[in-house]
């Protein structure tokens, strides 16, 4: 008796429920049978096509209401929603899950912890690679530093920085910069100095200032910025400059990685388009009192190749850079335009700069410079997030202009091992360029 009336109660619940309001969303789509030879074809490409938007706004707050409540989900009515749970955790593609299996390496299990932004399981992890000596390959730093997405704000504060001066950051941006931090600590160089100047903890944790380093003269700046709004800029610019200059590649912006609001033009420039002279300053080098590895060299071009090169900029025009980002942010980067140097510019500038660099290092002998240079023009406002450079292969250009990204010799492949930057002016106030590194100090 008592199972049958548990049968008609079942039968009966359906039609007890409260009727579901019709979808205005396409109709569903029932997925292919995985037997189906067509089955890769018409896999679903929009998540329109197989749940409507009501519906997943009610999963979500169901499984978020249950959350907190975990000794419900222990009961026996949960029981298929924890096996579809489970399952749905299984064909995740993406965070912890994004490789198969439970042994995953402390790198994927890094990446995974950052793509699904839980942060303190990042550090725990980040802490264990350090205590274990591994190293993560530089790709995988890259990617790191890159999906944390960390805006300093410090290139812009004003001298005196560090003097009661807070940077109002978010929950999540504290927790970013702690991550940036575990980083470093993880396979950065460790800073010792005991002058740095800490930020507020609260508004900027692990983060300690150091003293600009200024090797500017104390002699008057040209204004180089204010010639290129009057346009005298070009009145000493080498001639036919813009006849000189000549796009080889163009790639759309979507297509560019990451995919950008703007399109990538690639140029390059007639043999000593911008000449370098035989007659030249002298260059000093001066290296950094704190960063090991860091060093400037003073005077390798002159005034005038400096504004060269900027007129060149300004003769193609330089391009806006704003990468597409998932949360509709539009980052203030830097204007630019890519110039492959030609080889009579290569040669020149290498022979001003290689007695300053190493002949080898770690085994591999220096070759000279990538050709491919991108060279900026800053807007007020702009940073660029916090990121660790790549190493990238020699790029070169074929007789007919096609570009050559890896123009390495057959069966020898080269890569940057420095990251070499060419300051063109002076004349600016309050732009810096932060140099992040961990703390001995901060160690616990």
């Excluded at 292969?393 to 069966?411: M, N, Q």
Aim: net charge neutral; charged share 25%.
């Amino acid at each position: 008796m008592t199972k049958s009336k548990a049968k008609k109660r079942k039968q009966n619940a359906p039609a007890e429920l409260p009727r579901k309001a019709p979808k205005t969303a396409a109709s569903t789509i029932t997925p292919p049978d995985s037997s189906d030879d067509n089955a890769a074809t018409l896999e679903p490409k929009s998540l329109q096509t197989v749940i409507s938007d009501e519906e997943l706004d009610i999963a979500i707050e169901t499984l978020n209401t249950l959350a907190r409540f975990p000794n419900l989900i222990k009961s026996k009515q949960c029981r298929d929603l924890r096996v579809a749970v489970y399952d749905f955790r299984q064909n995740c593609a993406s965070g912890v899950n994004n490789t198969p299996g439970t042994n995953l390496g402390l790198t994927a299990r890094i990446t995974g912890a950052l793509t699904d932004e839980k942060y303190d399981d990042a550090r725990v992890l980040l802490a264990e690679m350090r205590i274990r000596s591994q190293e993560p390959k530089l790709g995988a730093l890259c990617r790191w530093v890159r999906d944390l997405d960390v805006i300093s704000g410090l290139s812009t504060l004003p001298e005196g920085e560090g003097n009661g001066i807070v940077i109002q950051r978010s929950e999540r941006d504290k927790q970013r910069l702690l991550v940036l931090d575990a980083v470093l600590r993880a396979c950065g160089h460790s800073d010792s100095n005991p002058k740095a100047m800490p930020l507020p903890v609260s508004s900027t944790p692990g983060i300690a200032l150091q003293e600009t380093w200024d090797l500017r003269p104390s002699t008057p700046p040209q204004q180089v910025y204010a010639s290129v709004l009057d346009k005298t800029i070009f009145d000493s610019a080498p001639q036919n400059l813009a006849a000189s200059l000549r796009v080889i590649e163009r790639t759309s912006g979507p297509l560019r990685k990451p995919p950008n609001h703007h399109d990538a033009l690639l140029y390059t420039s007639a043999p000593n388009t911008i000449p370098l002279t035989a007659e030249h300053p002298t260059a000093t080098l001066h290296s950094h009192p704190v960063v090991p590895g860091l060093s400037l060299l003073k005077d390798v071009l002159s005034a005038d190749e400096c504004k060269a090169i900027v007129a060149a900029g300004e003769t193609v025009n330089f391009l806006p850079d704003a990468p597409l980002r998932e949360d509709g942010d539009i980052s203030i980067l830097a204007h630019n335009f890519y110039w492959v140097v030609d080889t009579a510019f290569h040669d020149s500038l290498w022979a001003r700069v290689s007695p300053f660099v190493p002949p080898s290092v770690g085994g591999r002998v220096v070759r000279g410079l990538n050709r491919r240079f991108r060279v900026y023009r800053y807007v007020p406002g702009a940073e660029y997030r916090a990121h660790i450079d790549g190493a990238w292969p020699p790029s070169g250009i074929l007789p007919d202009d096609t570009y050559v990204y890896d123009a390495s010799p057959e069966g020898k492949g080269q890569s940057s091992l420095f990251t070499f930057l060419i300051y063109l002016n002076d004349e600016f106030e309050a732009a810096k360029q932060p140099i992040f590194f961990q703390l001995h100090a901060r160690e616990r």
